[in-house]
């Protein structure tokens, strides 16, 4: 029997407070004791992207992090996204566009569009967009509709940015 | 729950990482960024009784330069090198090897020393700071504090000569000259996959433009970082014309013992490898006329 330790942390906005064990890992932290499900976990060693959150801000494979890393950190995933029943631009846009089919690997790949839109706002070229997906594999729809969603979700956010302004 | 059960101490000073390291002995483990341990422990192929996590020791994310040198925290992450004004000012050549590693949601976590600690022969550090001839800073609680040079630390695929209880706490670089190039190169299957060859070169040109010092590092065509001394010195003096690159290519071919592997023929891997050397070379040479007041 490994240590346990008491941790507490933000997720999704919320103060948290568990005790786990340190071999714990994060992505299951978040979906067993937290019941937040839509962080789904693919391959468990990092290769595959389903399970990326936001860690402070910044993406991280949550299958790659302890729990008892998290103490103290703010953690956003998939469910911080839509408002009630609006949903998040990237995840509009991912519907219209049929940038999904099972669906399984969106959640990381919406929380690393978040990070990649919030850095660069409005983001268009296709070679970019790639690239900033090169990490979560999707064996399904083969990415062009992927590509075309976050070229219609950074417009529309970019415009509501300017609206507001 | 994957990993075997470990007990997990996050001290928050390194002394007490280094006494806990020299109290656990060898079942213990130093977590850094965890982007190559993690997996290991998820499948099992590492079980450590103790993990000792470096995230919460302060100030070794430290980025500083002291006179001629720029001096790195171990803990210094990937997206940090890639961006970091004084990396970016001073050894250009490490942010741009730090891009090439992965994707960005492993370069947010992962670590300059957890990759140098890691010692993958693959890896884009170690390459890119045998180029830059830094110097490792290795502590431990009980001897004295080792300063060493990129050939003394890395000893073979995924080995280094770092004792259990010691930690890599520091690289040193010396800054190269104003008006040096740079380039790191690599080549990969797809875009963040390990490379089948990768080069970092420097390179200085002097008041007739003809090259006045080269340097030459890969990864990825044998067990620890390539330097390649030989060819630096063939570089020496020389035009920085077509023929000069393309006995680059021809030499590292020649110099490379690369073996077959899944990924590739040696025959192939020595091609590339020939191939990364010279671009990296010419991108380098390119970088030091952009340099040169007009």
């Known amino acids: 029997m490994g240590s346990r330790h008491r941790i507490r942390l933000v997720v999704n906005g919320a103060a948290v407070e568990r005790e786990v064990e340190g071999r714990f890992l994060l992505a299951d932290f978040l979906r067993s004791d937290l019941e937040l499900t839509g962080t789904h976990v693919g391959c468990e060693h990092g290769v595959c992207g389903a399970c990326t959150v936001l860690v402070d801000g910044a993406p991280a494979r949550s299958c790659l992090m302890l729990a008892v890393q998290a103490d103290g950190a703010r953690i956003e995933t998939v469910e911080s996204l839509a408002r009630g029943d609006e949903l998040h631009p990237l995840q509009q846009a991912f519907w219209e566009s049929h940038a999904l089919q099972c669906g399984f690997c969106t959640p990381g790949m919406l929380m690393t569009l978040v990070y990649v839109l919030r850095e660069r706002p409005g983001l268009d070229d296709e070679q970019e967009i790639r690239e900033a997906l090169a990490g979560n594999l999707c064996r399904c729809t083969g990415y062009q509709n992927v590509v075309d969603a976050v070229r219609l979700a950074a417009r529309r956010m970019r415009e509501v940015a300017e609206t507001d302004r | ?294």
């Open chain 2, 1 to 294: 729950m994957k990993p075997a059960p470990f007990d997990y101490y996050a001290p928050g000073a390194l002394d007490e990482a280094l006494a806990l390291l020299e109290r656990l002995g060898a079942g213990a483990q130093i977590l850094a960024g965890g982007q190559s341990l993690v997996p290991l422990l998820n499948m099992r192929l590492a079980r450590p009784q103790a993990l000792v996590d470096l995230n919460r020791v302060p100030g070794l994310a430290d980025i500083r330069r002291e006179a001629s040198e720029l001096v790195l925290g171990a803990m210094v992450r990937h997206l940090q090198l890639e961006r970091d004004p004084l990396v970016r000012a001073h050894v250009p050549l490490l942010a741009e090897a730090a891009g090439h590693i992965a994707h960005v949601q492993i370069r947010t976590r992962g670590t300059l020393g957890g990759s140098l600690a890691t010692a993958a022969p693959a890896a884009e550090l170690p390459a890119a700071v045998t180029a830059l001839e830094a110097r490792l800073v290795v502590r431990s609680a009980s001897s004295v504090t080792r300063t060493l040079r990129p050939a003394e630390f890395f000893a073979g695929p995924l080995q280094t000569t770092l004792a259990a209880s010691e930690v890599l706490v520091e690289v040193r670089v010396p800054i190269p000259e104003p008006g040096t190039g740079w380039a790191f190169v690599e080549f990969t299957r797809r875009r963040g996959d390990f490379a089948l060859a990768g080069a970092a070169a420097l390179a200085r040109l002097d008041g007739r433009g003809h090259i006045a010092g080269a340097r030459l590092a890969l990864c990825g065509v044998g067990d620890v970082p390539l330097r390649l001394r030989d060819v630096e010195r063939i570089l020496d003096g020389a035009a920085p014309s077509e023929s000069a690159l393309e006995r680059i290519e021809v030499e590292v071919r020649a110099a490379v013992a690369a073996r077959t592997d899944l990924q590739l023929s040696a025959e192939s891997r020595r091609e590339v490898a020939g191939v990364m050397a010279r671009r990296a070379i010419a991108r380098a040479l390119e970088r030091a006329r952009e340099a040169r007041p007009a």
